[in-house]
Each structure stands twice: as C-alpha cells, then as structure tokens.
C-alpha cells in the first residue's frame, strides 16, 4: 500500500463497493469543521482497480473534503487484481470503525455478492444472515425490500433473528474520533520507535533541518508538553 496525495476528482465511489446504505450527513459536517480546524484524519482507502481509483473506506472524510472545497486527498492505495477482493476490503476496513454493518447494508453487500458469484457460505461469513433469507434477497433484489429509517440506522422489516444495534449521531461521533485517536497513537508509536531505534545522519543538513523543523512545530503548537 502506497501513501500519496491525489486529486479528489479521481476517486469513484462505487456503490456496489462502498457496503454502506446511506452516508451520516452530520457526520460529513462535523469532519468538515474538524479538516478546517487542521485535526488529523487517517488517510482515505482508494483501490486501484484496472486503472480506475475506487474508494474502499473514507467516505465521510471524502466527503467532508468536498465539502469545504478541498481539491486534494492523502490517500492510501492498494491494487487489487479483482473485483471481489475490492469489495471484501471495503466491508472489512468499514467494520473496523467500530460500526457493525446495519441490516440495510448486510442485505447490500449480500445482493452484490451474489452478482459477484460469492457462494452462499461465503456471503453468510460476512453478513451473518441466513441461508434462506439470503435466497430470498437474491431473488427479489435489494429494490424490493421495505426499509423504514430510525435512530441514524436503516432497519430491515424482515424478520431475522438477530439484534439490531441502533447508532444515533453521538454515538457513530464518539465511534470515529476513538478510531482517530488509536490511528495517531499508532502514528506517534512509529515516529517514536523510529528515532528510538534509528541513528540520525546528524552531519546531512536536510535530516538535521528536519529534525529542527519538528522541534520547533511541537514547541509552538504543543508548548505546554
């Protein structure tokens, strides 16, 4: 996986890969007030997939970035050899952040697996549905089911026996600056590890500037540490 900075009107958001329902609108809002006050965000996931940049995770951040007119994205890329791979990246980088797939989105991801030839077993490992309930998405088709929206989660009228977490705005927030927050203490472990372990060329002038440049930064942002 590659780290790099690439122009936001690159990245295609494919709904069939992106797992989710729908996207938190106050959730693009606030990361959109955070981006402008210079808080850290992970970079976004893109696959890149016979030559096409494809969103695999990131979406409120990507949004968010659009949202205040960001014309760029540090972005982490992966390529991917097939499209199935693609999608079972995107649903397993989503379910890191803590927010377990709705039933919305299982009955998504199930429908577009089986387009995609996943077997039955495969698509239950994932969503946790039935065999039969899975048969009957793929036979009607994801359009033909009834959702109705409540608690910032989309709930399913089908009768599954599985309980149903709803996640209000609060709680998806409090979710994702926990995730943030582990991204940057993993970050600071590896700048920290790096200068513990590593000898420091201190008669190069670009690493000694380097170095001064992040005293002096911590200094001025962090003079209280």
Not at 128 to 143: A, P
Not at 175 to 196: A, G, M, S, T, V
Request: aromatic share 8%; net charge positive; hydrophobic share 35%.
């Amino acid at each position: 996986m590659q780290e790099s900075i690439i122009p936001i009107k690159e990245i295609e958001i494919n709904e069939k890969i992106y797992p989710r329902v729908f996207v938190n609108e106050s959730l693009i809002q606030e990361y959109a007030i955070q981006i402008k006050k210079k808080n850290n965000f992970p970079p976004i996931y893109v696959g890149l997939y016979k030559g096409k940049k494809i969103l695999v995770d990131g979406r409120h951040r990507l949004e968010a970035l659009k949202v205040n007119g960001e014309k760029y994205a540090t972005c982490n890329i992966q390529k991917f050899i097939s499209v199935g791979d693609l999608l079972l990246s995107s649903i397993k980088a989503n379910l890191k952040h803590g927010r377990r797939l709705t039933n919305g989105d299982k009955i998504k991801v199930a429908k577009t697996m089986r387009d995609m030839k996943f077997d039955i077993e495969g698509i239950k490992d994932i969503t946790g549905l039935n065999d039969n309930l899975i048969e009957k998405i793929t036979r009607s088709g994801v359009n033909k089911l009834s959702f109705s929206v409540g608690g910032g989660v989309i709930r399913d009228k089908i009768k599954e026996k599985e309980s149903i977490k709803v996640i209000d705005d609060k709680e998806e927030l409090q979710l994702e600056i926990k995730n943030r927050l582990n991204w940057q203490i993993d970050e600071l472990k590896n700048i920290y590890n790096y200068f513990k372990k590593t000898e420091i060329f201190t008669d190069n002038k670009k690493v000694t500037n380097l170095v001064s440049n992040i005293k002096q930064t911590l200094k001025k942002k962090y003079p209280k540490l």
